[in-house]
């Protein structure tokens, strides 16, 4: 399907941006009038109209990296490279710098991802370091043995066979891809027999880079924090002499590990296979069971029966409205139609979540295989994964599983023998959020603006070029397989009565053990957040659980024991959403984290309503005005009310449930609002306009961290003299405050 976007794409992808002459010469091929390229080209963010740099810098505004510091991040950037912290490109076209809504890495924030490589954790030192590798012209080859003395022991069963890196993205970012080397130069160089292998996301992202080892007897041993020098430790001692590194052991078994907490309260539908099998293999996703329950479904099940097993699962989409997915089917299953489309929506616009990220980079085959099976209950010839742009990990696994599943019969004319035919093709989303709304989904498949539409006719009914049209979230159907191969009732088993199976979270924001976890239906958010996450790492009480992102809300800390349920959360005022859960301590403003995911919405709006495009606008305005310190009375209920309204006169998602952030964290929060207003004051400490840092020159002992940290250079002092913040040119960053050791700064 050759359309306006895919084309602005390919030329974007070329030439880094599109030009005025690449528009009219477009335009002159296809027919396509020069105003409607245009107007896709100014719609989707993704898309560049001035010419840019050779790299591309995107930081994440996510939720998970705002809570992180990330307007220090672009600042310290803009003053890099001397271009605006909001974006630009540098004078010698080397690098363009962007903000991006979510890159879906959150355990690692703040993160910034340079062309297809992420980083995170950063500090402003490291990215000094990052910006003068990438100016010094990239990776220089080093030996990273030099002489290194390496003695290799006889270990008998515990020799070491195979070592498994997790490289997913968050796994990479943290430094993962330089461990791997490590190990499969070392293989080399000392003359070892195990393989070097790669696979996804274990969920551990707190723990990452993680490595384990396969031994000849089965014994597997997982290591954590593996940074390249603690690689050269694990392949001296544990390699060589078979001795145990404890401070990095992560498990042997969950019996004995000390993560057990982790692991001991999840159970693994959705995730069985990530982080143990290769992605990139086929082979490994058939050796635990992979396509067996396809061959069941196409060996011995007709499509209704497909859908009665589904129905009968009590399986609800996961990609927010927790709608019944048998249901579903069922209507594009009786829906009539030349052609029949699948659509697996993996756009994952919230900021804030990666769960559809690390599934497709941990088992692509899966979600394939669930969507296979979905096609032959419903019906379906062709179908699409609307996969967004900045998870090139993600795409590059999925083109990687296609072709294979293609290879082996999985996919394509006559699947496996019978007499069904279905194959898929990959569409990158080209960055706006509106588009994860299946009408606006359609639309930007069909190469047009991603606006959304009135419903009915529904998609089942009228869906792709007007066909009958199924779309479903990544982690729906990553459940189908599971349900099929174990039985429906088995599935029904975990959760509670009107939500079953399990719920894949993103554990992200001020908490201990970060990274992915899956959930029965119906744990407490308080053994999500303190049993399985560990608390917060800060050690201070959580204030708050933000889920469901922009169109979630806030739970408060005394609303802990509410289960993981989409009706007992919707009564909170949030929403199950599709998995996005940011925990906030004490530190965090709710004012600041209200106008900070109605910004998002805001910019995020089509603008085809009036109450959406201008209401939300209006809001905003008003939280500006409150974290300036110049609320005024009559402000809480005037956002309340033109809360209301929005929702009520909104035509899609996104406007129903753009003022869910601002009204549950005034529902929870109104005394936090009220000192804003009334006392312009922000309790937390948060709000810029309402703060400001001092050192204190007794405590001061010199040692020059916050001058080194601070991105506005506004701190005088020599070494091991006292040091003084030059107020007027301080921006609050709040960095010399996180760094000094002997907390000599103080916040007013
Ligand atoms: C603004 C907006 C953004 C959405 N983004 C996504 C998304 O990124 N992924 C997703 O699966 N569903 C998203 N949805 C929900 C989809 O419209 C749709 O309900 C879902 O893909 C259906 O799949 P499911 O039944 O498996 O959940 C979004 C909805 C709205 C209103
Ligand atoms: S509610 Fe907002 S995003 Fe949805 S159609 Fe209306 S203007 Fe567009
Ligand atoms: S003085 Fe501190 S708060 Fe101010 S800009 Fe520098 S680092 Fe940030
Ligand atoms: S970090 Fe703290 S101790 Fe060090 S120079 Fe700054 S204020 Fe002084």
Same mark, same amino acid.
């Given at each position: 399907?050759?359309?306006?976007?895919?084309i602005?794409?390919?030329i974007q992808?070329?030439?880094?941006?599109?030009?005025?002459e690449?528009?009219?010469?477009?335009?002159?091929k296809?027919?396509i009038?020069?105003?409607?390229?245009?107007?896709?080209?100014?719609?989707?963010?993704?898309f560049?109209?001035?010419?840019?740099?050779?790299?591309?810098?995107?930081?994440?505004?996510?939720?998970?990296?705002?809570?992180a510091?990330?307007?220090?991040?672009?600042?310290?950037?803009?003053a890099?490279?001397?271009?605006?912290?909001?974006?630009?490109?540098?004078?010698?076209?080397?690098?363009?710098?962007?903000?991006?809504?979510?890159?879906?890495?959150?355990?690692?924030?703040?993160?910034?991802?340079?062309?297809? &490589?992420?980083?995170?954790?950063?500090?402003?030192?490291?990215?000094?370091k990052?910006?003068?590798?990438?100016?010094?012209?990239?990776?220089k080859?080093?030996?990273?043995?030099?002489?290194f003395?390496? #003695?290799?022991?006889?270990?008998?069963?515990?020799?070491?066979?195979?070592?498994i890196?997790?490289?997913?993205?968050c796994?990479?970012?943290?430094g993962?891809?330089?461990?791997?080397?490590?190990?499969?130069?070392? *293989?080399? *160089?000392?003359?070892l027999?195990?393989?070097?292998?790669?696979?996804?996301?274990?969920?551990?992202?707190?723990?990452?880079?993680?490595?384990?080892?396969?031994?000849?007897?089965?014994?597997?041993?997982?290591?954590?924090?593996?940074?390249?020098?603690?690689?050269k430790?694990?392949l001296?001692?544990?390699?060589?002499?078979?001795?145990?590194?404890?401070?990095?052991?992560?498990?042997i078994?969950?019996?004995?590990?000390?993560?057990?907490?982790?692991?001991?309260?999840?159970?693994?539908?959705?995730?069985?296979?990530?982080g143990?099998i290769?992605?990139?293999?086929?082979?490994?996703?058939?050796g635990?069971?992979?396509?067996?329950?396809?061959?069941k479904?196409?060996?011995?099940?007709?499509?209704?029966?497909?859908? &009665?097993? #589904?129905?009968?699962?009590?399986?609800?989409?996961?990609?927010?409205?927790?709608?019944?997915?048998?249901?579903?089917?069922?209507?594009?299953?009786k829906?009539?139609?030349?052609?029949?489309?699948?659509?697996?929506?993996?756009?994952?616009?919230?900021?804030?979540?990666?769960?559809d990220?690390?599934?497709?980079?941990?088992?692509?085959?899966?979600?394939?295989e669930?969507?296979?099976?979905?096609?032959?209950?419903?019906?379906?010839?062709?179908?699409?994964?609307?996969?967004?742009?900045?998870?090139?990990?993600?795409?590059?696994r999925?083109?990687?599983?296609?072709?294979?599943?293609?290879?082996?019969?999985?996919?394509?004319?006559?699947?496996?023998?019978?007499?069904?035919?279905?194959?898929?093709?990959?569409?990158?989303?080209?960055?706006?959020?509106?588009?994860?709304?299946?009408?606006?989904?359609?639309?930007?498949?069909?190469?047009?603006?991603?606006?959304p539409?009135?419903? +009915?006719?529904?998609?089942?009914?009228s869906?792709?070029?007007?066909? +009958?049209?199924?779309?479903?979230?990544?982690?729906?159907?990553?459940?189908?397989?599971?349900?099929?191969?174990?039985?429906?009732?088995?599935f029904?088993?975990f959760?509670t009565?009107?939500?079953?199976?399990?719920?894949?979270f993103a554990?992200?924001?001020?908490?201990? *053990?970060?990274?992915?976890?899956?959930? +029965?239906?119906?744990?407490?958010?308080?053994?999500?957040?303190?049993?399985?996450?560990?608390?917060?790492v800060s050690?201070?009480?959580?204030?708050?659980?933000?889920?469901?992102?922009p169109?979630?809300?806030?739970i408060?800390?005394?609303?802990m024991?509410?289960?993981?349920?989409?009706?007992?959360?919707?009564?909170?005022g949030?929403?199950?959403?599709?998995?996005?859960?940011?925990?906030?301590?004490?530190?965090?403003?709710?004012?600041?984290?209200?106008?900070?995911?109605?910004?998002?919405?805001?910019?995020?709006s089509?603008?085809?309503?009036?109450?959406?495009?201008?209401?939300?606008?209006?809001?905003? &305005?008003i939280?500006?005005?409150?974290?300036?310190?110049?609320?005024?009375?009559?402000?809480?209920?005037?956002?309340e009310?033109?809360?209301?309204?929005i929702?009520?006169?909104s035509?899609?998602?996104?406007?129903?449930?753009? +003022?869910?952030?601002?009204?549950?964290?005034?529902?929870?929060f109104r005394?936090e609002?009220?000192?804003?207003?009334?006392?312009?004051?922000?309790?937390?400490?948060k709000?810029?306009?309402? #703060?400001?840092?001092?050192?204190?020159?007794?405590?001061?002992?010199?040692?020059?961290?916050?001058?080194?940290?601070?991105?506005?250079?506004c701190?005088?002092?020599?070494?091991?003299?006292?040091?003084?913040?030059?107020?007027?040119?301080?921006?609050?960053?709040?960095?010399?405050?996180?760094?000094?050791?002997?907390?000599?700064?103080?916040?007013?």
């Amino acid at each position: 399907m050759a359309s306006g976007i895919s084309i602005l794409q390919d030329i974007q992808k070329e030439f880094r941006y599109i030009s005025k002459e690449a528009i009219e010469y477009v335009s002159k091929k296809t027919g396509i009038p020069q105003a409607q390229l245009y107007g896709i080209a100014t719609f989707y963010k993704q898309f560049r109209l001035s010419p840019a740099g050779e790299h591309i810098i995107k930081v994440c505004h996510g939720t998970a990296c705002h809570v992180a510091g990330a307007e220090n991040i672009s600042e310290v950037l803009g003053a890099l490279l001397e271009v605006p912290p909001e974006g630009g490109t540098t004078s010698d076209l080397m690098f363009t710098l962007e903000t991006v809504a979510c890159l879906g890495c959150c355990s690692l924030a703040p993160v910034i991802m340079i062309d297809d &490589e992420v980083y995170g954790k950063l500090t402003r030192s490291k990215l000094e370091k990052i910006i003068a590798s990438y100016r010094d012209g990239g990776k220089k080859v080093v030996d990273v043995f030099g002489n290194f003395d390496f #003695i290799k022991e006889d270990l008998g069963p515990k020799e070491i066979e195979r070592v498994i890196v997790g490289l997913g993205s968050c796994g990479i970012a943290s430094g993962a891809r330089a461990v791997f080397d490590i190990f499969h130069a070392a *293989r080399d *160089r000392f003359g070892l027999s195990y393989s070097t292998e790669g696979t996804g996301c274990l969920g551990m992202c707190h723990r990452e880079p993680l490595v384990d080892f396969i031994c000849k007897d089965g014994t597997r041993y997982s290591y954590g924090d593996i940074d390249q020098a603690a690689a050269k430790v694990l392949l001296k001692e544990h390699l060589g002499r078979g001795k145990l590194l404890s401070k990095n052991l992560i498990r042997i078994d969950v019996e004995a590990s000390p993560e057990r907490e982790f692991f001991e309260k999840q159970k693994r539908i959705v995730l069985r296979n990530c982080g143990k099998i290769d992605p990139e293999s086929l082979e490994d996703y058939e050796g635990v069971g992979g396509y067996e329950a396809l061959k069941k479904v196409l060996s011995s099940m007709a499509p209704d029966e497909v859908i &009665e097993e #589904i129905k009968k699962s009590g399986l609800r989409g996961r990609g927010g409205a927790g709608f019944s997915t048998g249901l579903k089917w069922s209507f594009a299953r009786k829906a009539i139609g030349d052609e029949k489309y699948l659509v697996c929506n993996a756009d994952e616009g919230d900021p804030g979540a990666f769960m559809d990220r690390s599934i497709l980079e941990s088992d692509p085959h899966c979600v394939l295989e669930g969507m296979i099976i979905a096609a032959y209950a419903i019906g379906a010839g062709k179908g699409y994964i609307y996969c967004r742009a900045e998870y090139p990990l993600a795409l590059k696994r999925l083109g990687i599983a296609i072709e294979q599943a293609r290879s082996r019969g999985y996919l394509g004319e006559k699947i496996l023998g019978s007499g069904f035919d279905f194959d898929v093709s990959i569409k990158e989303g080209a960055g706006a959020f509106v588009c994860g709304e299946e009408t606006a989904l359609i639309a930007s498949l069909e190469g047009r603006r991603g606006m959304p539409k009135i419903k +009915p006719p529904f998609p089942a009914s009228s869906g792709l070029c007007g066909m +009958p049209t199924n779309i479903n979230n990544v982690e729906t159907f990553a459940n189908v397989p599971w349900i099929i191969t174990n039985d429906a009732d088995k599935f029904a088993e975990f959760g509670t009565r009107e939500s079953k199976g399990t719920k894949v979270f993103a554990l992200a924001g001020d908490i201990k *053990r970060g990274g992915l976890v899956e959930v +029965p239906m119906g744990i407490t958010l308080h053994d999500v957040v303190s049993k399985i996450g560990g608390g917060t790492v800060s050690g201070l009480p959580i204030k708050a659980v933000q889920l469901g992102g922009p169109s979630g809300g806030c739970i408060p800390e005394n609303l802990m024991n509410t289960k993981v349920d989409y009706e007992e959360l919707v009564a909170t005022g949030a929403i199950m959403g599709s998995g996005g859960m940011v925990v906030m301590d004490e530190r965090s403003c709710m004012v600041d984290i209200a106008k900070f995911f109605l910004g998002f919405t805001q910019s995020e709006s089509c603008g085809k309503c009036t109450f959406c495009r201008i209401g939300t606008r209006r809001m905003l &305005e008003i939280l500006m005005r409150i974290t300036e310190g110049e609320g005024v009375d009559g402000d809480l209920e005037l956002l309340e009310e033109l809360g209301e309204r929005i929702k009520e006169s909104s035509l899609c998602g996104l406007g129903q449930t753009a +003022p869910n952030p601002v009204l549950t964290t005034i529902k929870y929060f109104r005394a936090e609002y009220e000192a804003h207003i009334k006392e312009g004051r922000c309790p937390a400490g948060k709000c810029r306009a309402l #703060i400001s840092y001092h050192i204190d020159l007794e405590k001061c002992i010199g040692c020059g961290l916050c001058k080194k940290e601070c991105p506005a250079n506004c701190i005088e002092g020599e070494l091991k003299g006292p040091h003084v913040i030059e107020d007027e040119k301080c921006t609050r960053c709040g960095a010399c405050y996180s760094v000094c050791p002997v907390h000599a700064v103080t916040k007013k």
